[in-house]
């Protein structure tokens, strides 16, 4: 017999399978558990070369970047220490980090490496 995982809802031991769902007879609660795992990859940030970034990486930018409301741009190759990632970002902007000479900035993690 296959150990299925405990409810998400009330953690209640008792689940059971229905087809491709899992549901707790305790609360009532019917959950998938392929799109549960689907949706913990969605929320992975990847690097322009598909590494999987952490908070307080060290990340290379990849290519020149203009700077909104500055005259001077982000050089392709400048090292950005310690970021900080956003998984709920709206404008698609995932990386949050200070960049010498330019200060606190955002950044799409698809113009960076990993080092």
């Excluded at 799109?35 to 020149?64: F, H, M, P, W, Y």
Aim: with cysteine; glycine share 8%.
């Amino acid at each position: 017999m296959s150990a299925l995982p405990n409810c998400p809802k009330c953690n209640s031991e008792y689940t059971y399978e229905d087809g491709s769902m899992l549901v707790c007879p305790m609360c009532a609660y019917e959950w998938n558990p392929a799109a549960d795992a689907e949706a913990a990859e969605a929320n992975v940030i990847r690097d322009a070369n598909g590494n999987v970034l952490a908070d307080g990486d060290t990340v290379t930018v990849i290519k020149d970047l203009k700077v909104k409301g500055s005259s001077s741009a982000i050089k392709q190759g400048t090292k950005v220490k310690g970021i900080r990632l956003v998984h709920d970002s709206t404008n698609g902007h995932d990386i949050d980090c200070k960049i010498d000479g330019f200060g606190a900035m955002s950044l799409k993690s698809e113009f960076v490496k990993k080092i």
